[in-house]
Structure formats: C-alpha cells, structure tokens
C-alpha cells in the first residue's frame, strides 16, 4: 500500500486511527512532521504528489499510534506553554493541565514576590517542562529541579540547553538533595505520580504501555508522595512560602487536608482545571 496523494495518505489514516479508537489528528501531524511542513501549508498543498519514502514512512507511524504508541515519542516533541519539548520513553509526555499549574504559579509569583529573586524547585522535573517554563517566563526566578532518573534528567537537560533555560539539575529522590545540600527555596512545585495502583489497570494503553510507570503510580490510593512531601518540605521551605500540586481527579480535597495537617496556619486552595475538574492545589504560607 502507498499513496501518491497528500490527501489520500490523510484521508486514510484518518479512517484507520478512527477504526482503531484513536484520535484523527494524528495524521495530520505526523504527516506535518515528515514534511517538515506548517499546517496551513500542508492543506493547501493537499493534492501535490507524496515521495514513496515518505509514504512508506507514514504509513508505519500510522500503523504505530494505532496500535497505542504516543504519536509525540515518534516524533520526539510535544508543545507546552507555546515551546516545543523533547520527549522519549524516559519522561511523561507534557499535558495542557500541567500548563494550568504553571499558570498558577507565576500568578501567586508576581502577587506575592513582585521583583524579589524567588528561588522554587520542581520535584519530579521528567521533560523539565515546568522547570524550564518557569525559568523563561520569570526573569526573577532561580530554579532548581530534581529527578530520581539520570535517564529524565538528560532529558531534562537537553532541553533546558536548547530553550535557553538557566536550571540547577539535581539527582534524587523527592527534596533529599535540597535537605542534604541545606538549600531553602520560595516555592515547591509537583506533578508528582498520583495515580492509584489499581487505576493502572484502567487506563488508556497509550499511557500504561509506553509512558514511565515511575511517574505515574502513587501507591494504593495514589497519595503516597504527598504524603511524604509534608515531612520533607517543611525542611526546605522558607518561613514564607508557596506549595503547588497537580492531582489527580477526585485527590483536591485529600490533598488539601495533608497540606492543612502540615500547615495549620496556611491558605491552601482547590483549584479546578479548563474541564472544571480538581487538579490543582496551592498553598500560601506565612504570608
């Protein structure tokens, strides 16, 4: 089977990743993908002729996705916050929510910290999209991130050095590189792993087969690393401070009440996503 046709390539795939339950789209950017084409370009250009090479090529990727394989580790980037991040097997694949969390950062930033020099860590950095976003949009942040994976770190670091990003890299688990080196930040950041284990069982292939197991499970009920961040983020937070979660569906209110135990004094916020669903939590303390 080839195509000599942009359009039938596109028409068939669409049809085919139909069939097979997965999104239409992804033809369309894959096709982008092996042009190297923008999309206003390639519709305009849908009857002109498609190489046997590509046709080939396209089809395999095609075959792919349909077959659960995410369509951004075939071509190795995603976009988040209007930048394009390199992604593999090693690190989660950034999602639009996870924009949301940034969003609310930088807000709590510029009301609390206006033009002081604030010092935040992302825990769990993956791509080191939150990191990376934060360090780019806030010319006043310094930025610290950590990994328990030297294999998400390298990620991490390949495109702090492509988007120009200014990162401290630190290997370890949770905040015990911090809590070892006596480091004191402004703010913690997470999209910690959150998702129950039993929930594994139910979720998208596309996810569960192909996406770091390490980032997604968070014990039985999903809440294991909140948990011991309430123990380890009091050893590095400063006397006034900000804590900014991303949870899973349902988790708002639980994870509210452990920020809560840990800081009684603290304003801590639910805070829904795009969907209207609970995925963010902060919490002001000391101020």
């Known amino acids: 089977m080839q195509f000599t046709k942009v359009y039938e390539a596109l028409n068939w795939a669409s049809s085919f990743l139909r069939e097979n339950g997965r999104d239409e789209n992804a033809g369309e950017l894959l096709l982008q993908f092996l042009l190297k084409m923008e999309r206003s370009k390639l519709l305009a250009e849908l009857r002109e002729s498609l190489n046997s090479e590509v046709s080939e090529e396209f089809i395999d990727g095609i075959k792919k996705i349909a077959g659960g394989y995410p369509l951004q580790y075939l071509i190795g980037f995603e976009e988040f916050y209007g930048r ?60 610290y991130t950590v990994d328990i994976a030297q294999e998400s770190l390298q990620v991490a670091r390949e495109n702090a050095e492509t988007l120009g990003a200014n990162v401290t890299f630190l290997h370890g688990d949770l905040l015990s590189p911090l809590i070892q080196q006596g480091i004191k930040v402004d703010i913690v950041v997470s999209n910690p792993p959150y998702i129950p284990e039993e929930d594994m069982l139910t979720l998208s292939t596309v996810v569960k087969d192909h996406e770091p197991v390490r980032a997604l499970v968070g014990g039985k009920d999903g809440l294991d690393f909140y948990r011991r961040f309430m123990e380890e983020i009091p050893l590095v937070l400063k006397s006034k401070g900000i804590v900014a979660f991303e949870v899973g569906v349902g988790q708002g209110d639980q994870v509210a009440a452990l920020l809560h135990e840990a800081f009684p004094d603290a304003e801590v916020e639910v805070v829904n996503d795009i969907n209207g669903k609970d995925r963010m939590v902060f919490a002001e303390i000391g101020f």
Request: glycine share 6%.
């Open 84 to 143: 394009q991040f390199f992604v593999n097997e090693e690190v989660l694949i950034p999602r639009p929510e996870t924009e949301e969390l940034v969003l609310g950062v930088l807000t709590r930033m510029r009301k609390f910290y206006k033009d002081e020099v604030v010092e935040i860590v992302d825990v769990g950095t993956g791509s080191g999209a939150i990191a990376i976003t934060l360090d780019l949009e806030q010319t006043n942040a310094k930025l």
